[in-house]
């Protein structure tokens, strides 16, 4: 079956496309994706044949993971977000084991952002968050991205204690892909509870990255934009 799914897959390559999405995702020499490769399949044709193979083997969707190819990885995650979602409790486990122990293919920020929401939130709610933590302070950003996204899934719930400690954590976090997705969940949760957020930006805006600030604020009426900004670093 994974035979069939990557020609079909290959079938949907745009040369073009490709290119674009190379420079999108900072592929190049030194910067944050160097050497991922694309085909340039758009994203809700990578749901739809998602969708279409999802019932094959975890072995083979394992083995779509771990490619070099960018599509192939995000077609697993989705197969893997649909299987979860539809799945019995232990249908969930072995799905959350893989992602697990596959963490190294999730690498790149819509890679995390499309998975991390859907599968670990979901999994760690019942089971326990203690991984969250260890994911934010570790030397692999895309760890700490993990750890930022899967709390997504809380807040929704309006649960916002991990999502505040989190950010709380990576308040001086160098990468501006951590910047932009705790200012995102910032911003997320006033959505749900201003006095939440603004409690927060009371506390840290002073010391919060310029990006992430932004990033928290940018739903917020201009006059209390500029307030914050000029309290901001």
């Not at 020609?7 to 999108?24: G, P």
């Not at 749901?47 to 960018?70: F, P």
């Not at 929704?156 to 995102?184: C, N, P, Q, S, Y």
């Not at 009371?202 to 000029?230: D, H, N, Q, S, W």
Request: aromatic fraction near 10%; hydrophobic fraction near 40%; charge should be positive.
């Amino acid at each position: 079956m994974i035979a069939h799914l990557r020609r079909d897959l290959r079938k949907m390559a745009d040369k073009n496309k490709a290119r674009v999405l190379q420079r999108f995702f900072k592929t190049g020499p030194g910067e944050y994706a160097e050497g991922d490769r694309f085909l340039g399949v758009v994203v809700p044709k990578q749901r739809a044949l998602a969708k279409k193979y999802v019932s094959m083997s975890l072995d083979e969707v394992t083995g779509l993971l771990s490619s070099v190819i960018h599509e192939e990885r995000l077609v697993a995650l989705f197969i893997m977000e649909m299987r979860f979602s539809a799945g019995s409790d232990r249908e969930q486990s072995r799905i959350f084991n893989v992602y697990l122990r596959n963490l190294e293919f999730v690498n790149n920020w819509d890679l995390v952002d499309l998975s991390a929401p859907k599968i670990v939130g979901p999994y760690l709610e019942r089971s326990g968050r203690e991984v969250l933590y260890k994911w934010a302070s570790s030397k692999n950003m895309w760890h700490r991205r993990i750890a930022v996204l899967c709390t997504f899934h809380f807040l929704r719930k309006r649960d916002f204690v991990d999502v505040l400690r989190i950010a709380e954590i990576l308040l001086h976090d160098e990468e501006d892909l951590i910047h932009k997705a705790v200012g995102w969940m910032l911003r997320e949760v006033g959505k749900r509870d201003l006095r939440a957020e603004e409690r927060f930006l009371g506390k840290f805006c002073g010391v919060m990255p310029r990006t992430m600030l932004r990033y928290a604020i940018e739903r917020f009426p201009e006059e209390k934009r500029r307030f914050y900004l000029r309290r901001g670093v």
